[in-house]
């Protein structure tokens, strides 16, 4: 069954079809959550409100666009709030504990080398660019973090940064450009 | 490090800043808020709000209505010494009390006018009552205070004593522009004192 099929049947009042679109794009709505807020917390509690308010505007849905995009359109609103909210900021200053814990991610994904120099070596490479990435500017960040994810095409990321699709391009050529630069400066990469 | 290569670890790290699940209860989550939700957020603005209002209502009249009836009973002896009639200064909307005042009995011969007769409340009567006992007012004799002879005053003269005279200041007049040196030179001022 089509997302347009189960949208007219949860318009109608079928919980169960609306049950079967929050299955579909699930992951997708958090991880757009997720490279917003840079927080799985963050995203936990504002992934469901997202649904929420798709379901509350399911009316308004015209099928000018994906279901997938027009929820994602909303998703991304719903966490750039999340993340202008004050709530957030004084939340990271009380419990810093994100910056730790997509750490201990980048510790368990951390490629193994071939000596136990050159795995260090790669770790402390890897966590410099992290360090990048979250200096980037938002715009930067965003659109390479949504395009490196894998759950969006290009069309999707413009709707849902509002820009065109060039533009979004450049964004990420750019965030790549800078975050070696970055790295650059601060010596961890020899000058090409 | 190329930048080829660069750039593969930065998509890489990108990828993974992005990695994650929702928790396996999400949807459950999800279904259980559409249920929950509006009834949290409407049922207090609509049924609580109303309730509120209607309580503040009956709350005001209970408490407004006791002190009407002793308003009425305190001012009634004040307007009844001045021999001014109550209708002159209530408001129009008035309670039934005090619209009947041709039916009016006559009034007591202990004097309390009008607005005694017209009162028929239990705190109009204990007003008069308080009025009755009353004691006289007080008479105070005149306080007396005597003139102040004049001719018992000592005064001294006033008189002006006369200030010593100035003794005039000689002024030598300043020379004229035929007095000046021929060489033009200016005069110093000690050249002047000589």
């Known amino acids: 069954m089509s997302d347009v099929d189960l949208v007219a049947r949860a318009r109608q009042g079928d919980p169960a079809a609306f049950g079967e679109l929050v299955e579909r794009h699930r992951t997708a709505v958090y991880r757009a959550a997720l490279a917003a807020l840079g927080s799985h917390a963050d995203a936990e509690d504002t992934a469901p409100d997202a649904f929420l308010m798709a379901f509350r505007r399911l009316d308004t849905f015209r099928g000018d666009a994906s279901f997938k995009t027009w929820l994602l359109t909303i998703a991304w609103h719903q966490a750039i709030n999340h993340r202008r909210s004050l709530s957030r900021v004084w939340r990271r200053m009380v419990a810093p504990k994100d910056q730790e814990e997509m750490e201990s991610v980048l510790e368990n994904v951390a490629a193994a080398g071939p000596t136990p120099e050159g795995t260090a070596a790669h770790h402390e490479l890897r966590r410099e660019v992290e360090r990048a990435i979250r200096s980037l500017s938002p715009k930067l960040r965003d659109a390479l973090l949504l395009a490196q994810s894998g759950e969006y095409s290009y069309d999707e990321i413009a709707t849902m940064l509002r820009a065109p699709i060039g533009t979004i391009k450049w964004r990420v050529f750019e965030a790549r450009r800078v975050v070696r630069a970055t790295l650059q400066q601060r010596g961890y990469v020899d000058v090409q | ?194």
Do not use: C, Y
């Not at chain 2, 930065?10 to 699940?21: R, S």
């Open chain 2, 1 to 194: 490090m190329s930048n080829e290569r660069l750039d593969r670890l930065i998509d890489e790290v990108a990828k993974q800043l992005t990695a994650g699940q929702p928790s396996s209860d999400f949807r459950a989550r999800v279904i259980a808020s559409l249920d929950r939700r509006p009834g949290r957020v409407w049922r207090p603005i609509w049924i609580v709000a109303p309730l509120g209002t209607l309580a503040v209502a009956v709350l005001v009249v209970l408490v407004a209505r006791p002190f009407q009836g002793r308003d009425r009973g305190a001012e009634s002896p004040a307007l009844q010494r001045t021999g001014q009639t109550v209708t002159a200064e209530k408001p129009p909307i008035t309670p039934k009390a005090e619209t009947p005042t041709v039916r009016r009995p006559p009034s007591p011969p202990g004097g309390f006018g009008e607005t005694a007769g017209r009162r028929q409340d239990p705190s109009g009567r204990a007003a008069a009552e308080v009025a009755a006992l009353a004691p006289p007012p007080l008479e105070v004799p005149p306080l007396g205070v005597e003139a102040i002879g004049v001719a018992a005053l000592a005064t001294d003269s006033i008189a002006v004593t006369q200030l010593d005279a100035i003794t005039p200041i000689a002024v030598e007049p300043l020379p004229t522009d035929d007095e000046r040196p021929a060489s033009g030179q200016r005069r110093s001022p000690n050249d002047r004192n000589e």
